[in-house]
T-cell receptor
Framework: DAGVIQSPRHEVTEMGQEVTLRCKPI?????LFWYRQTMMRGLELLIY????????DSGMPEDRFSAKMPNASFSTLKIQPSEPRDSAVYFC??????????????FGPGTRLTVL | AQSVTQLGSHVSVSEGALVLLRCNYS??????LFWYVQYPNQGLQLLLK??????LVKGINGFEAEFKKSETSFHLTKPSAHMSDAAEYFC??????????????FGKGTKLSVKP
């Protein structure tokens, strides 16, 4: 299995630009999570999906952030417009409800976003 | 609400010495607890997990953790540190109120350095 795939691995953009981060979960997993990691705030859950439906987006910082999951094998996290304070590493993770009682999440390698 | 506290943001040990990384949790229900490791420029990888079975849990790379309900602790140990153990370690608790698939609530992380 290829694991969780994220693209791009690195993104440098200018303030005000739109940024789209992409994630392909492990095949067969029905939960998908987006996290943000910064030195100041550590690892924060932004949003998670179950069967492509957003379940909890209370961690999304503001309306500039949006996430979609059009099908079971693809999700996007969009920031529009981007700001320097959005600079962070964004992780995608997935898990299967078949193992719901163990809650193990499998993480992608992350996208390092730098907003100038 | 569930939470975890990791004592010490940075721990330094000599190669061959005991590794002890501390984690205390707060949970209103019997917790599921996890330790993840993050190597530089990589995503998080599961080390081990406690899911109400044996209180002493063995994980990968020689790590183990003991669940102590009376102390609300889940400390991570390894008898003999190796240079390759240098990484950041995260303790997490599953937010599984109502028995549904839970989110992972992560601690701030402890960066482990191993001196030759």
């Amino acid at each position: 299995d290829a694991g969780v795939i994220q693209s791009p691995r690195h993104e440098v953009t200018e303030m005000g630009q739109e940024v789209t981060l992409r994630c392909k979960p492990i095949s067969g997993h029905d939960y998908l999570f987006w996290y943000r990691q910064t030195m100041m705030r550590g690892l924060e859950l932004l949003i998670y999906f179950n069967n492509n439906v957003p379940i909890d987006d209370s961690g999304m910082p503001e309306d500039r952030f949006s996430a979609k999951m059009p099908n079971a094998s693809f999700s996007t996290l969009k920031i529009q417009p981007s700001e320097p304070r959005d600079s962070a590493v964004y992780f995608c993770a997935s898990t299967s409800s078949g193992s719901w009682n163990t809650d193990t999440q499998y993480f992608g390698p992350g996208t390092r976003l730098t907003v100038l | 609400a569930q939470s975890v506290t990791q004592l010490g943001s940075h721990v330094s040990v000599s190669e061959g010495a005991l590794v002890l990384l501390r984690c205390n949790y707060s949970s209103s229900v019997p917790p599921y607890l996890f330790w993840y490791v993050q190597y530089p420029n990589q995503g998080l990888q599961l080390l081990l997990k406690y899911t109400s079975a044996a209180t002493l849990v063995k994980g990968i790379n020689g790590f183990e953790a003991e669940f102590k309900k009376s102390e609300t602790s889940f400390h991570l140990t390894k008898p003999s540190a190796h240079m390759s153990d240098a990484a950041e370690y995260f303790c997490a608790v599953s937010d599984r109120l109502g028995g549904s698939q839970g989110n992972l609530i992560f601690g701030k992380g402890t960066k482990l350095s191993v001196k030759p």
